[in-house]
């Protein structure tokens, strides 16, 4: 299969040449799809272009667009930032001590806890 050591060094980096291709094309198509301000015969277009032409549009668009690709990643991360953290917060339930005291009332008046259990969960949430 390899005839010499640089068949081998050759064919490394042809692979590595289009595995390259492939993470900058898919990055450039996630843009296109992530862009809500251009039309869908642009990205039509641009999806043309890259089927019959790869090589060459990907390097256009990555000059003509990369400044506007990096800030699009950049709102797309913020987004899924703050969708996790307002997750986060209402999942560990960030309730405030007088709703803690609340609650802990409503299982004691309902007969689920005991006073003492309640004096203990009231304590907790003071503290």
């Known amino acids: 299969m390899w ?42 277009v641009w999806i043309i272009f890259l089927i019959l032409v790869p090589y060459i549009t990907v390097f256009v668009y990555l000059i003509a667009r990369g400044r506007g690709m990096a800030e699009r990643a950049q709102a797309s991360q913020l987004a899924a930032r703050e ?10 339930g960030t309730a405030s001590p007088a709703d803690q005291i609340h609650s802990a009332k409503a299982l004691l008046d309902n007969g689920t806890i005991t006073q003492q259990e309640f004096d203990s969960l009231k304590a907790k949430a003071l503290a």
């Open 3 to 44: 005839d010499s050591f640089w068949d081998f060094i050759w064919y490394t980096l042809v692979i590595f040449a289009f595995i390259a291709y492939l993470m900058i094309l898919f990055n450039v198509l996630a843009d296109l799809f992530r862009d809500h301000k251009t039309s869908g015969f642009i990205k039509a």
């Open 83 to 92: 969708q996790a953290d307002a997750y986060i917060k209402q999942a560990a």
